[in-house]
């Protein structure tokens, strides 16, 4: 039997990751993945495989945000995160960065405005798998919690801080180009289902090429 591409879902600890991937099943009441409040739930590498499904979904372990795990037990995910895409980067036709929209403020005054140094968790995600050439699309989660002038703003201050780490984001559209120094996002809500079907329609065209 012919291998299937693989879809990764990947992000820090409790961001909607396990609740986006049951969006993207057939069946989403079936589908057994923990998606509980408490962050570092996900913790097996494991691929969901279903036969009336085109693709494949790889639903990484979260990190950072971990507040009852133990620093040790957080690098040792971290490592098995980066050993796995080394080792697997070419199985994925498309990758999706889940982010708590809520939590960019918060990281960006932690990392990008106090020091000098670090790079922001996002971003040095986002670097990380473009190096493997794996096409993304960041996905902005839980825009149904905030208002629509905080939404811009918060929007803005991502894309511009972005840019200092040379990555050039820019808001998906319905035609997408083949220019791997774009990375697309797309404003989304689990819980409201927003933007749910240009997110599929966005998995399909890339599925197909």
């Not at 839980?142 to 629509?148: M, R």
Request: no cysteine.
């Amino acid at each position: 039997m012919k291998k299937k591409p693989t879809l990764l879902i990947i992000g820090n600890s409790n961001v909607g990751k396990s609740s986006i991937t049951r969006l993207l099943l057939p069946n989403p009441r079936k589908f057994k993945g923990k998606t509980g409040k408490q962050p570092g739930s996900t913790l097996l590498i494991k691929p969901i495989t279903l036969p009336q499904m085109t693709y494949d979904i790889m639903d990484l372990p979260g990190f950072g945000y971990m507040k009852s795990s133990s620093r040790r037990r957080e690098e040792h995910i971290k490592k098995q995160l980066v050993v796995h895409i080394e080792k697997h980067h070419d199985d994925y036709f498309f990758g999706l960065v889940i982010i708590n929209i809520l939590r960019i403020e918060d990281e960006l005054k932690k990392y990008h405005f106090k020091s000098q140094i670090t790079i922001p968790l996002t971003f040095e995600l986002i670097k990380f798998l473009k190096e493997y050439n794996i096409p993304l699309l960041v996905i902005l989660n839980k825009i149904d919690k905030i208002s629509i002038f905080d939404k811009k703003k918060i929007i803005s201050l991502f894309i511009n801080s972005a840019k200092d780490y040379g990555l050039n984001l820019i808001h998906v559209n319905e035609k997408i180009d083949n220019d791997r120094s774009k990375t697309f996002y797309l404003e989304f809500s689990a819980l409201k289902k927003i933007n749910l079907d240009k997110l599929k329609r966005t998995i399909n065209t890339h599925l197909t090429k």
